[in-house]
């Protein structure tokens, strides 16, 4: 697809897409949203780009390689943080007794590991999104 | 408020019967794009934003596209 109007709108709207799906990611404890919200906004944020610019020039602005990384990563940085709550003497995923810092409720840095956690859960869900919209689209 | 409220669940209620009539797959997307839109509107007058949030991006969004991506790849009008 070589539209002028088409890349330009994309363009100038994909940074403030992805802005808000980090802004839904980061306020998931306090606010409607979360992880799996922010990260499908993240996600179609790359989606848009793809329709728009060709399945090349997306591969080479986020390669296949790097979405695998972020989608394994996502995952084991889920379970290591399970784990921490086990090695400090309390159950899988224990989060005030094993004393992560809790701070001021409303605060964005609060709820012990929840905003991690949640920035896991969105990197994971957008990468899943994009590598399954290419692995769709790619001819072959 | 309750009138919005019965307009869009007959809305919905159309769109669900018209996706299963249809016999051009594409035409069943797009219908079924409408429904998941309808559906957004009517979670957050539900006071579930959290669930229109996602509807709204994974319903409207991300399932139309690839639904429309795997029609391309196959025959679009049903036998």
Not at chain 1, 96 to 115: L, R
Not at chain 2, 37 to 58: C, F, G, R, S, Y
Request: proline share 2%; hydrophobic share 55%; with cysteine.
């Amino acid at each position: 697809m070589d539209n002028l109007i088409v890349k330009t709108i994309t363009r100038l709207i994909v940074p403030f897409i992805q802005i808000y799906g980090i802004f839904i990611i980061l306020h998931g404890h306090i606010s409607p949203g979360g992880g799996f919200s922010g990260g499908a906004v993240l996600g179609a944020s790359m989606i848009l780009y793809t329709l728009s610019y060709g399945l090349t020039a997306a591969n080479k602005k986020l390669p296949h390689k790097v979405t695998g990384v972020f989608e394994s990563g996502g995952i084991i940085w889920y379970v290591l943080l399970g784990l921490v709550g086990i090695f400090l003497g309390g159950s899988f995923l224990s989060n005030k007794e094993v004393g992560f810092f809790m701070g001021k409720a409303g605060d964005v840095i609060s709820g012990g590991f929840i905003p991690l956690i949640t920035a896991a859960i969105g990197l994971k869900v957008a990468s899943t999104m994009i590598t399954l919209f290419h692995t769709i689209i790619e001819e072959d | 408020m309750e009138l919005l409220n019965v307009i869009l669940v007959v809305f919905l209620i159309v769109c669900a019967i018209a996706v299963e009539r249809t016999k051009d797959l594409l035409s069943a997307v797009i219908i079924f794009d409408a429904y998941s839109l309808t559906m957004a509107v009517l979670w957050l007058l539900l006071k579930a934003p959290d669930i229109a949030l996602t509807e709204a991006a994974i319903g409207a969004g991300v399932t139309t596209i690839l639904f429309v991506s795997v029609i391309s790849r196959t025959r679009r009008v049903k036998k």
